[in-house]
């Protein structure tokens, strides 16, 4: 198994940019797929970006596209998020995820594994 930890969350002006990251202590982590979600108040888990083992796939969800990139440095574990250009509506607590699986995961409720979450404000 494998547990994440997200960081990097906090508040950031409409127009910024911000970059989360998600270490992972687990010693397979280029066996996993990876992938971000989001959630806010009184919203569904929202899928946002996903890559696979090598991160040389990625997906991305439709609101986020040309604005946020995933990327991932097997060698220290770590997956990142970096948000270009967050609007308000990306205001939500963002969660990295993890499964084992050599393909692209674009449904949250397919992960296997989860971190704890980072609260991302975006202020206008």
């Not at 097997?74 to 607590?93: G, H, I």
């Amino acid at each position: 198994q494998v547990q994440l930890v997200e960081s990097g969350g906090g508040l950031v002006q409409d127009g910024g940019s911000l970059r989360l990251s998600c270490a992972a202590s687990g010693r397979t982590f280029s066996s996993y797929a990876m992938g971000w979600s989001r959630q806010a108040p009184g919203k569904e888990r929202e899928f946002v970006a996903a890559n696979s083992r090598s991160g040389s796939k990625t997906d991305y969800g439709d609101s986020v596209k040309g604005r946020f990139t995933i990327s991932r440095e097997n060698a220290k574990r770590t997956a990142y998020l970096q948000m270009n250009s967050p609007k308000p509506e990306d205001t939500a607590v963002y969660y990295c995820a993890a499964v084992q699986t050599t393909l692209v995961n674009t449904v949250p409720g397919k992960y296997d594994y989860w971190g704890q979450g980072t609260q991302v404000t975006v202020s206008s």
